[in-house]
């Protein structure tokens, strides 16, 4: 395995590892076990866990933005079978997702990655111009995109699905009735 295929699969592990044990609490040492390398193999890959932190944040959102675009080729011809597809692949990245929020909320690792936090906006407004595709407005599609990131956040945090699904409804309908106006 090549030494970049390896780094990729080494973000993975720890993002994991990362999500399980907290941003503090993951010490190189629980993270090279978890990885089944000695503490000295994680240096080889990384120069110290700021630099490990820093690539699993690029790597998530190089990630998901690749993957959020693909959803929208795929099943990008409805809002409501794209929002679904959304809600399936957040419930996939739980993990990854839940580090983002704790790299956002840690009171040093957030600063760190301050210039990346604005690949959150980019996926927002990947999800607005997709949706723009349904004659909709920038202002409707906006709004539509920030209130169901709110939604996926919201179901990130709590797990609560039947919450989520009459979030989904209610912005649906919503949805639905600006493009009979339009």
Do not use: W
């Not at 409501?80 to 993990?95: C, G, N």
């Amino acid at each position: 395995m090549r030494e970049d295929e390896r780094r990729t699969e080494l973000i993975g592990i720890f993002i994991k590892a990362f999500s399980k044990y907290g941003l503090d609490r993951a010490t190189t040492k629980k993270l090279a076990a978890e990885a089944n390398l000695s503490e000295a193999g994680l240096y080889v890959y990384f120069k110290n866990k700021e630099d490990l932190l820093s690539k699993c944040v690029e790597e998530h959102f190089r990630k998901v933005s690749t993957d959020i675009n693909e959803l929208a080729q795929r099943y990008g011809t409805a809002p409501d079978t794209f929002a679904k597809a959304m809600f399936s692949y957040t419930k996939s990245m739980l993990h990854e997702n839940r580090f983002i929020f704790q790299m956002l909320s840690h009171p040093v690792y957030s600063e760190m990655i301050k210039d990346m936090r604005k690949g959150l906006v980019n996926v927002i407004g990947e999800q607005s111009a997709m949706l723009q595709r349904f004659n909709l407005s920038m202002e409707t599609s906006n709004a539509f995109a920030l209130l169901y990131n709110s939604a996926l956040n919201n179901y990130i945090l709590t797990q609560d699905e039947d919450g989520f699904m009459l979030q989904l409804e209610f912005l649906l309908k919503l949805l639905e009735n600006e493009r009979l106006q339009a």
